[in-house]
């Protein structure tokens, strides 16, 4: 069993930052992508990026191409969404994710095991 704690959401007005932060446990992960997805209140759980287990590889959507970086630590066991310029339609519950193995997919079938979620409200 892995446990994923996701932090660093938060409130921030539109062209800002925030940096979140996911601490795997019970498991080394950095044999395995890891992604981070999103959820907007009444819409479904969308793709915003993943790495892959080496960190060389990284995928994103298209929507945070550009301001959105994912990196990972593999000492630490932790994924970080470094996310810039942010935008009002960037607010979303923000969630990580342990793929299958180490390829970066996209794919929401791909991930096993999911975090609790942390809140991200982008104000215009």
């Known amino acids: 069993q892995v446990q994923l704690v996701e932090s660093g959401g938060g409130l921030v007005q539109a062209g800002g930052s925030l940096r979140l932060s996911c601490a795997a446990s019970?498991?080394?992960?950095?044999?395995?992508?890891m992604g981070w997805f999103r959820q907007a209140v009444g819409k479904e759980r969308e793709f915003v990026a993943t790495?892959?287990?080496?960190?060389?590889?990284?995928n994103y959507a298209d929507s945070v191409k550009g301001r959105f970086t994912i990196s990972r630590d593999n000492a630490q066991n932790t994924v970080y969404l470094e996310m810039n310029n942010l935008r009002p339609e960037d607010t979303a519950v923000y969630y990580c994710a342990v793929g299958k193995a180490a390829a970066p997919l996209p794919a929401r079938g791909w991930y096993d095991y999911w975090g609790q979620g942390t809140q991200v409200t982008v104000s215009s």
């Open positions: 019970g498991r080394t992960v950095s044999t395995y992508a």
């Open positions: 790495i892959s287990g080496s960190g060389y590889n990284k």
